[in-house]
């Protein structure tokens, strides 16, 4: 039962973490350059998430977990920067689902047979 809890407890942090809304309007990479997560379409119409973008000595590089990329902002279509105060109101709302009145009651009857 215990082991039930903490697997349950484990997809709840997953899932509050995965909530990101990124901006309607797409920013100069100058703008986007360490400000955060962000999201970039290239001309072809590819997608990436970065969790920022540096520039070093002129040339700008996204870095997504572990990995750096590159990028040509000749290249680039459209540049969406994280929305911080949207991303925070979705967990919010999420929690607010799964928090429901029943849940409670379940989770505090799980609580009490532990």
């Not at 899932?15 to 309007?25: G, P």
């Not at 991303?87 to 849940?103: A, E, K, T």
Request: proline letters at 4%.
């Amino acid at each position: 039962m215990k082991n039930l809890k903490n697997r349950s407890l484990f997809i709840l942090l997953v899932l509050l973490q995965s909530c990101i809304a990124y901006q309607k309007t797409s920013v100069p990479i100058e703008e986007a350059t360490n400000k955060g997560k962000v999201k970039i379409e290239n001309n072809g119409g590819l997608k990436w998430e970065f969790n920022q973008i540096e520039q070093i000595d002129g040339v700008y590089y996204g870095i997504m977990k572990g990995d750096t990329l590159e990028i040509t902002p000749d290249n680039i279509a459209k540049i969406y920067p994280i929305d911080e105060r949207k991303s925070l109101l979705l967990r919010i709302h999420f929690w607010i689902q799964v928090i429901h009145p029943s849940w409670v009651l379940t989770l505090l009857l799980i609580t009490t047979l532990l």
